[in-house]
T-cell receptor
Framework: GAGVSQSPSNKVTEKGKDVELRCDPI?????LYWYRQSLGQGLEFLIY????????KSGLPSDRFSAERTGGSVSTLTIQRTQQEDSAVYLC?????????????FGPGTRLTVL | DAKTTQPPSMDCAEGRAANLPCNHS???????VYWYRQIHSQGPQYIIH???NNETNEMASLIITEDRKSSTLILPHATLRDTAVYYC??????????????FGKGTLLTVNP
């Protein structure tokens, strides 16, 4: 079946511009997660959705970052006034229920480059 | 979550079994062992997980020692496409913010022709 998809796969933007990153989770998965991975670094948790609600936004680095999820499916991560330090691969994952040892399945990521 | 220790790199000949070790000596009774891999420039891929018993799926086998302090991921017939960084992580069964995955440095497995 279809896995997690993300778009765009690559995004190059100028400092100060806003960007939107999209995630399509596996059909039927209620939980959705955003992470980012900087070059040579590990995973950095950003936000967790259960349905359309985000019980944990603790990883969002600043108020320039926001995310929403609609219809319990697609999620959009928005970065306003991008900075060079925002350059990273943004990964989305989904899981069936959330919590516990629910297995998370990742998308291919969006590589964001801020010039 | 308990910490894990993995060798930084390993080599394997194509067609042979790749055995990737992981130490998790401080693992608790309710913590699961998970394996993911990340092929260059791709998102992490789930491989397998287990609690106490050995597990097998279409990708790999997971052997967990009786004392649960270490485990081995086995790719039975490695191919060039299995070249990737392999991450062993330990996740508590429930509660808290156990959904936040964190990867260590992992093992870079290079499969050679």
């Amino acid at each position: 079946g279809a896995g997690v998809s993300q778009s765009p796969s690559n995004k190059v933007t100028e400092k100060g511009k806003d960007v939107e990153l999209r995630c399509d989770p596996i059909s039927g998965h209620t939980a959705l997660y955003w992470y980012r991975q900087s070059l040579g670094q590990g995973l950095e948790f950003l936000i967790y959705f259960q349905g359309n609600s985000a019980p944990d936004k603790s990883g969002l680095p600043s108020d320039r970052f926001s995310a929403e999820r609609t219809g319990g499916s697609v999620s959009t991560l928005t970065i306003q006034r991008t900075q060079q330090e925002d350059s990273a691969v943004y990964l989305c994952a989904s899981s069936l229920y959330g919590g516990g040892t629910d297995t998370q399945y990742f998308g291919p990521g969006t590589r964001l480059t801020v010039l | 979550d308990a910490k894990t220790t993995q060798p930084p790199s390993m080599d394997c000949a194509e067609g042979r079994a790749a055995n990737l070790p992981c130490n998790h000596s401080t693992i608790s009774g309710n913590e699961y062992v998970y394996w993911y891999r990340q092929i260059h420039s791709q998102g992490p891929q789930y491989i397998i997980h287990g609690l106490k018993n050995n597990e097998t799926n279409e990708m790999a086998s997971l052997i967990i020692t009786e004392d649960r302090k270490s485990s081995t991921l086995i790719l039975p017939h490695a191919t060039l496409r299995d070249t990737a960084v392999y991450y062993c992580i330990v996740r508590v069964g429930s509660g808290g913010s156990n959904y936040k995955l964190t990867f260590g440095k992992g093992t870079l497995l290079t499969v050679n022709p």
